[in-house]
């Protein structure tokens, strides 16, 4: 659900969360064992009522319009959307790759939007992963997280979703390097706005099964999802470099309550 607040690159997201989903499912006890005393999430009430107010709103609009888009669109339709949503955040990619000093990957975005804008009519085919350049994704809140900024208090807000202060700073700075931010600035935001709410129906529609999913599993919702946002972000900041070999077998796993979350390590 948008109020979740999935801001996601394509394939990493997506392969973070097959690995996670696990984890997050068969944790979920143990979050929730934590809920009352987790010190990294001191707003825990307020945060709790705009989680719920986001599933409301999730349940009543958004699931049925995701839910809809992806019976009605084909598969195709759905991707040209996806890459041509991609392809738009390439500046805002771009700038924090370089910030970053990750060069290679700045390179690679480069390549990707130009490659993606021309031969893949302004991006609506991604050629360039088929050429070897590969999507990924980058926002100033990893940005802030690579200099050794902290996560902050956990932050949970209406249509956003998960936004701690390293990551709502990150949002507003990104708006900065997005050049429609400029080229609306003083025009109506039909533009702006209408790309933010097909971002989120499609995301939507991408993790329905999925979330659902967690959802039923999960003894507490909320504290399933807290902690699948901060392992995601801990994942998003290491460019992805996380061994998943080394992820336990789902079907002989054991949860240690005791043991901390992978995400507390990284607060």
């Not at 990294?40 to 709790?48: G, I």
């Not at 936004?163 to 600035?185: E, K, N, S």
Request: no cysteine; hydrophobic share 35%.
């Amino acid at each position: 659900m948008a109020g979740i607040g999935y801001r996601t690159g394509r394939t990493a997201r997506q392969r973070l969360l097959a690995s996670f989903v696990a984890i997050a499912m068969l944790g979920a006890g143990s979050g929730a064992a934590r809920a009352d005393n987790d010190e990294n999430d001191p707003l825990e009430p307020m945060n709790r009522y705009f989680f719920e107010l986001n599933k409301f709103f999730d349940t009543i609009l958004l699931k049925p319009v995701a839910t809809w888009y992806d019976g009605v669109v084909p598969e195709p339709g759905r991707n040209g959307v996806r890459n041509f949503l991609d392809n738009l955040r390439s500046p805002v990619i771009l700038a924090n790759d370089m910030l970053q000093g990750e060069w290679d990957r700045a390179g690679t975005t480069a390549s990707r939007f130009g490659i993606n804008t021309t031969v893949g009519v302004l991006g609506l085919f991604d050629p360039a992963s088929d050429w070897g350049m590969k999507q990924h994704s980058e926002d100033f809140g990893q940005t802030l997280a690579t200099w050794g900024t902290g996560e902050g208090p956990y932050l949970f807000l209406p249509v956003l979703g998960p936004a701690p202060p390293r990551d709502l700073t990150g949002f507003a700075v990104d708006m900065a390097f997005d050049p429609l931010t400029y080229i609306y600035w003083d025009r109506p935001k039909t533009v702006p706005v209408t790309r933010f709410v097909v971002n989120g129906i499609d995301q939507r529609a991408r993790s329905l099964k999925t979330f659902d999913q967690i959802e039923r599993t999960s003894v507490d919702f909320y504290a399933t999802v807290r902690n699948l946002y901060r392992q995601s972000r801990v994942n998003e900041i290491a460019n992805g470099e996380n061994d998943y070999e080394a992820l336990p077998d789902i079907d002989n796993l054991t949860f240690d309550t005791n043991e901390p979350n992978t995400a507390d390590r990284y607060r």
